[in-house]
Structures are given as structure tokens and as C-alpha cells.
């Protein structure tokens, strides 16, 4: 069964500052990997995925994300985050069967 | 085009109680998983529906049973609520049974058992 392994619970960066959230996983087959994004009483939304091809991978509002098959990892960046990125962030792994997520990292942007 | 729409939007139980979400999924989705999401913590994953028949399921007890109906909507029911049964429960839904091309998710329902 595959896992998922957010290494920060919080991440505090100020306005204009870039981030990085790291995000790694385990599983014994090939995998699809996402980031998710859930803003305060809502559900969650897709930021991007990885299914195959390019390990570099963009997504909606500024951020991407690069898969790394060695480290088994997948960590969302953005070069410059805006006070509206303040939100809880989640990672997950599917093996095309199921979907399975991390416990998240909360990124508090602060002015 | 609908999103994902999940009712109720809130919800309070007594301990020992039985609940029933629901759940219709995305314009053209065929499959509907169910995730449970405590306060400060990851969704978990219960189970997934599929062609009307649970086709993958999580590390959640028999209390936690679903449905789904031939126009892919689905139900999550619970029986005798515990008061750790209280959590955010989101519904996804995705094309075909795998998480190929990711899940929509709705606004989820907020189950507070007292």
C-alpha cells in the first residue's frame, strides 16, 4: 500500500518570500502523485498532479512541483506567495487504485 | 457545471445514533469515494464505489457502510456513532474507478456527535 509523509506540520513565511512544502512517499508500484489545497470549511482543490512524463510539473495560482523517483519525492514550490496562499496543504498518492494523503502543512503567509 | 454537492452541510448526533450523507458527484464522474477528516489531520480514506458496488475499502470498522444509486449519487451511512465519529466527511468523485485524473471533492459535511 502506498503512504504519504509531509515533513512540516506549519510553515511561516512572510508575504513575497518563496516557499517549499515537502512531500514524500512510498509504494512498491508506479504512482500518480497531487497537491491539494483546502481553505478554511471548505473541501479540497486540486493544485496539480503528476501522472508521467516531465518531472517538473505546473499548477494553478503560481505553483509547481517537481517529482524525484530516487528521493521518492514530490515538493510543492511557489517563488513568491501572497497573503491569499494561506491555506492547509495537502499531499497524496494514488496507484491508480485509491487515493491516499498526508496529514497536510498548514502555510501561514504573513504580511 | 455542478461540482460535487454534498448534503447536509452540517449535522449534530447523539452518541449511539445512526447518519446518512450524501453525495452526487461531478457531471460525467462515474465513481464516488468517501473520506473521513478529523480536525488537524489528513483525509482518511473509507471506501469507493464504483458500477454500484464498494470496490476499495479503508482501515474503518462495518459501522461505516455506503451506497450507490444507478445515477452514481452515493450514501455514507454510519451506525452507532462514537463521539470520534465526529469529522469533516468529503465526498470525491472522479472519472472510472482509478485516481488517474485525480478527484473533485465537495464542501464535505461536518458530522458533530454529542
Given amino acids: ?111 | 457545471d455542478a461540482g460535487v454537492t454534498q448534503s447536509p452541510t452540517h449535522l449534530i448526533k447523539t452518541r449511539g445514533q445512526q447518519v446518512t450523507l450524501r453525495c452526487s458527484p461531478k457531471s460525467g464522474h462515474d465513481t464516488v469515494s468517501w473520506y473521513q477528516q478529523a480536525l488537524g489531520q489528513g483525509p482518511q480514506f473509507i471506501f469507493q464505489y464504483y458500477e454500484e458496488e464498494e470496490r476499495q475499502r479503508g482501515n474503518f470498522p462495518d459501522r461505516f457502510s455506503g451506497h450507490q444509486f444507478p445515477n452514481y449519487s452515493s450514501e455514507l451511512n454510519v451506525n452507532a456513532l462514537l463521539l470520534g465519529d465526529s469529522a469533516l466527511y468529503l465526498c470525491a468523485s472522479s472519472f472510472g474507478p482509478g485516481a488517474y485524473y485525480g478527484y473533485t471533492f465537495g464542501s464535505g459535511t461536518r458530522l458533530t456527535v454529542v
Fill in chain 1, 1 to 111: 500500500a502506498q503512504s504519504v509523509t509531509q515533513l512540516d506540520s506549519q510553515v511561516p513565511v512572510f508575504e513575497e518570500a518563496p516557499v517549499e512544502l515537502r512531500c514524500n512517499y512510498s509504494s512498491s508500484v508506479s504512482v500518480y502523485l497531487f497537491w491539494y489545497v483546502q481553505y478554511p470549511n471548505q473541501g479540497l482543490q486540486l493544485l496539480l498532479k503528476y501522472l508521467s512524463g516531465s518531472t517538473l510539473v505546473k499548477g494553478i495560482n503560481g505553483f509547481e512541483a517537481e517529482f524525484n523517483k530516487s528521493q521518492t519525492s514530490f515538493h510543492l514550490r511557489k517563488p513568491s506567495v501572497h497573503i491569499s496562499d494561506t491555506a492547509e496543504y495537502f499531499c497524496a498518492v494514488s496507484d491508480g487504485n485509491d487515493m491516499r494523503f498526508g496529514a497536510g502543512t498548514r502555510l501561514t503567509v504573513k504580511p
